[in-house]
C-alpha cells in the first residue's frame, strides 16, 4: 500500500486547483494507496487583500465518500509578505510527521513555499498550476505541468526537464439529460455560454462584446458562475437574451448547463493552463471559441475543436460561422469528443498519476 499526503491551504474550497487535488485523491484506487489531505478552512492574508474561497461542504462529503481520509488544519494567517508565504498560527506540524508518507502531493504556484520547503527527506511530486515559477528543492522528484505551454515556461525559468511530465487536469463527469432550454424558452435559440469561478480578477470583457455584434430574437447566451462584472457589462450593453445561473460545485447542475449549451463561447482575462471548465465542455462535444491572453494553454486544449481569436470583432466572427456553416460546426463537434477521449478522459488521466507514484516508490 503507498501512503500518499495531500496538502493544500484552502484544500476543500470549490476551487480549479482544489478539486484537481480532490479529484485525484478521490479516484486513486483505494486497494493500491491510503491517502490522507490536509486542508485548512480560508484564512487572512497578511500583505494582501486577496480572499482565498473557503471550504466548501459538498466537496469535503464528495471526497470523503471516496474513501480520502480528511484532515483539517488550523491557520491563523498566510503571510504573503514572506516569500515562502508562511501559514501563521497553524497545528499543522502537530498533525503531520513526513515518515508516515511515501510520496507528497502538492498543487501550488511553484515557488518555494510553506510547508513543502521544510519537508527534507519524502519524495514530492509537484503539481504546479502557474507559470514561470521554479522551487529547487531536492526531494521534488517530479513535477507535473498541465500544457505544453507551461512546461515550456517552467524549463525556460530554470526547470529540470528530466523531472518534467505533462498530465492534464482530471475533470469528473456525469451523464444528465436535462438542459436548462425548455425552463427558459430556448427549445429554438442558438445557445452560446461559459462557466467560470467568482472571481473578478479574471473576467473578461470580450465574450459578451462579442455576442452584442450578434445577438437576435434566435440567440442567447447562458453563464454559470462568473462575477458580477458580467452581469454589469450585460446590462450595459442592453443584451436580451443572456441569462445567469449562481455558482455551484454540483457536478450533475453543472452538466446541465452545459447540455444548454450549443457552442462553448469561453473567455478569461489573464488566460489558461488547462481548464476543467473547457475539458468539461470537451466532453460534452462542445464546439469552443476564445481569445488571446498572456497565458495561452487555451490554445493548445481546444486544437481543433474551435478558434481562438485576438478580439472581440474575430470572435463574432467566428460566433457567426458556427451558426451558419453547418459542416464547420459539425466537424468540430466531432474533433472535441475526440479530443476528450483521447487527452482528457478522466480515467486515462488518474492511471498516469497512479504510474507515477508507482515509478516514484519504486
Same mark, same amino acid.
Not at 457589462?233 to 450533475?252: I, P
Given at each position: ?13 470549490? /476551487?480549479?486547483?482544489?478539486?484537481y ?25 497578511i ?17 470523503k ?5 480528511l ?17 501563521i ?7 503531520f ?7 507528497i ?5 511553484g ?6 520547503h ?36 517552467? *524549463? ?10 505533462i ?11 436535462e ?11 442558438f445557445?452560446f455560454g461559459m462557466?467560470?469561478?467568482?472571481? !473578478?480578477?479574471i473576467?473578461?470583457? *470580450?465574450?459578451?462584446?462579442?455576442y452584442?455584434?450578434?445577438e ?5 447566451f ?13 446590462k450595459?450593453? /442592453?443584451?436580451?437574451?443572456v441569462r ?35 475539458i468539461? /465542455? ?17 490554445l493548445?486544449?481546444i /486544437?481543433?475543436?474551435?478558434d481562438v481569436v ?7 466572427e467566428?460566433?457567426?460561422? !458556427? ?30 498519476f497512479?504510474?507515477l ?6
Amino acid at each position: 500500500m503507498i501512503r500518499v499526503a495531500f496538502i493544500k491551504f484552502g484544500g476543500m474550497a470549490n /476551487g480549479g486547483t482544489e478539486k484537481y487535488l480532490q479529484t485525484i485523491a478521490s479516484y486513486l484506487p483505494k486497494d493500491e494507496f491510503k491517502v490522507d489531505f490536509f486542508y485548512c478552512d480560508a484564512a487572512p492574508y497578511i500583505g494582501s487583500d486577496y480572499a482565498h474561497q473557503d471550504t466548501d461542504g459538498s466537496r469535503v462529503e464528495y471526497t470523503k465518500s471516496h474513501g480520502v481520509n480528511l484532515i483539517k488544519v488550523e491557520v491563523g494567517a498566510k503571510d504573503v509578505t514572506k516569500p515562502t508565504h508562511d501559514w501563521i498560527n497553524t497545528n499543522f506540524w502537530e498533525l503531520f510527521d513526513e515518515n508516515n508518507y511515501d510520496i507528497i502531493q502538492t498543487g501550488r504556484a511553484g515557488h518555494p513555499e510553506y510547508p513543502f520547503h521544510l519537508i527534507k527527506n519524502t519524495p514530492i511530486v509537484d503539481s504546479i498550476h502557474l507559470a514561470g515559477m521554479v522551487d529547487g528543492n531536492p526531494n521534488i522528484v517530479k513535477t507535473v505541468l498541465i500544457s505544453e505551454d507551461q512546461k515550456r515556461k517552467w *524549463i525556460g525559468s530554470g526547470g529540470n526537464p528530466s523531472k518534467a511530465i505533462i498530465i492534464p487536469v482530471p475533470v469528473e463527469t456525469v451523464s444528465v439529460n436535462e438542459s436548462y432550454r425548455e425552463e427558459f424558452g430556448w427549445e429554438d435559440k442558438f445557445v452560446f455560454g461559459m462557466h467560470q469561478r467568482n472571481d !473578478m480578477h479574471i473576467f473578461s470583457s *470580450i465574450p459578451l462584446e462579442a455576442y452584442d455584434e450578434i445577438e437576435d430574437d434566435n440567440t442567447a447566451f447562458l453563464i454559470l458562475g462568473g462575477s458580477a462584472n458580467y452581469r454589469k457589462q450585460a446590462k450595459d450593453l /442592453g443584451l436580451k437574451n443572456v441569462r445567469f445561473l449562481d455558482t455551484t460545485s454540483n457536478v450533475s447542475l453543472i452538466h446541465k448547463f452545459l447540455n444548454t449549451l450549443d457552442v462553448y463561447a469561453h473567455g478569461r482575462s489573464d488566460g489558461e493552463q488547462c481548464s476543467s471548465s473547457i475539458i468539461e /465542455g470537451l466532453s460534452h462535444s462542445l464546439p469552443m471559441i476564445s481569445h488571446t491572453a498572456p497565458s495561452m494553454g487555451q490554445l493548445e486544449q481546444i /486544437g481543433d475543436a474551435g478558434d481562438v481569436v485576438d478580439d472581440y470583432i474575430e470572435y463574432a466572427e467566428v460566433m457567426i460561422s !458556427m451558426m451558419k456553416d453547418r459542416q464547420y460546426y459539425n466537424d468540430c463537434v466531432n474533433n472535441a469528443s475526440k479530443r476528450y477521449q483521447e487527452i482528457y478522459n478522466v480515467e486515462s488521466i488518474i492511471k498516469k498519476f497512479s504510474d507515477l507514484y508507482k515509478e516514484v516508490v519504486g
